[in-house]
């Protein structure tokens, strides 16, 4: 079983096209950073919020999503992210 099947079961459930919020946490780095902006074109919405020692960032990203089939290429793109964790 694939380990976006029950996320995409419960996507599926939901009426598209739609806003859709995506969250991760990801090492407070540069690089790992500009990954995971790529993922996402300028109509998207990011907020960036530092850890209180400031090790790691929670990421969200607001953005008008087609389909659930859209949704979960991110979080499989996102996912070659080294020591990125989708929430």
Do not use: C
Not at 8 to 29: C, H, M, R, S, T
Not at 53 to 68: F, I, P, T
Request: avoid cysteine; charge should be negative; aromatic fraction near 12%.
């Amino acid at each position: 079983m694939s380990r976006f099947e029950n996320l995409k079961a419960q996507l599926e459930q939901q009426d598209w096209p739609g806003v859709y919020w995506f969250k991760f946490i990801i090492a407070n780095d540069n690089q790992k950073m500009a990954q995971l902006s790529a993922l996402f074109d300028e109509h998207t919405e990011l907020q960036f919020h530092n850890s209180s020692n400031g090790k790691y960032v929670s990421v969200s990203a607001k953005l008008v999503m087609m389909d659930a089939e859209s949704v979960i290429e991110i979080y499989r793109q996102a996912a070659e992210i080294e020591g990125i964790i989708s929430l």
